[in-house]
């Protein structure tokens, strides 16, 4: 259990198609984060969040759409996906953006899949 | 901009035989170094960091990393490795002068154990 909860854990869907990705955090952070894990790439910041406000927005694609309704919520809204777009989706929680001891946690990833 | 190297994509030991992943940084100011694991379809998991204090710092599953100023190097080391320590193991730099992207990850690092 890592105090940071992704839902779902696997999600196929078609190019067509809307789905929503979730997180959660439990550890009473102010800071959340969506990364891109590709296979054979590095980790890819897509979005940053403090206190519910967007900080960063890393050249993202606008079929990508975040919302942080508050500082324990993270969504990751997605139509019209390419292939592409298949891979994990990590979201991650830390306490602040500027303590310098805070410590990043991750949930387990949702894996997406586009056909 | 600060930067983490991890030189080996890949680095093979036998159980039960010390096992070091290495990671370079370049960072302005104080470095704040983190280590993390990911498990086959799992996210990433907090090991060990340094902010300040020992060189050397102990962490999670008997892992420790050394820091080393004048190489600028924090290597992650574990006296006696398992199978099950095989894994990808990511090196992070925490950059403060960077609000958004201050979470800087190093490419990865595939550790296998053999029996």
């Known amino acids: 259990e890592t105090g940071v909860t992704q839902t779902p854990r696997h999600l196929v869907m078609g190019m067509t198609n809307k789905k929503s990705l979730k997180c959660e955090q439990h550890?009473?952070?102010?800071?959340m984060y969506w990364y891109k894990q590709s296979a054979k790439k590095p980790l890819e910041l897509m979005f940053v969040y403090s206190l519910e406000e967007r900080v960063e927005n890393n050249s993202v694609p606008s079929r990508f759409s975040p919302e942080c309704p508050n500082s324990s919520h993270l969504f990751l809204h997605l139509h019209t996906l390419q292939p592409e777009d298949s891979a994990l989706y990590l979201c991650a929680s830390s306490q602040d953006l500027q303590g310098a001891m805070d410590t990043i946690y991750f949930g387990e990833g949702s894996w997406l899949t586009v056909v | 901009a600060q930067s983490v190297a991890q030189p080996e994509d890949q680095v093979n030991v036998a159980e039960g035989n010390p096992l070091t992943v290495k990671c370079t940084y370049s960072v302005s100011g104080n470095p704040y170094l983190f280590w993390y694991v990911q498990y086959p379809n799992r996210g990433l998991q907090f090991l060990l960091k340094?902010?300040?204090?020992?060189?050397l710092v102990k962490g999670s599953y008997g892992f420790e990393a050394e820091f080393n100023k004048s190489q600028t190097s924090f290597h992650l080391k574990k006296p006696s490795a398992l199978v099950s320590d095989s894994a990808l193991y990511f090196c992070?730099?925490?950059?403060?002068?960077?609000?958004?992207?201050?979470?800087?990850f190093g490419p990865g690092t595939r550790l296998s154990v053999l029996p």
């Open positions: 340094y902010i300040t204090g020992d060189n």
């Open positions: 550890l009473g952070h102010n800071a």
């Open positions: 992070a730099v925490r950059d403060m002068r960077n609000y958004g992207q201050n979470f800087v």
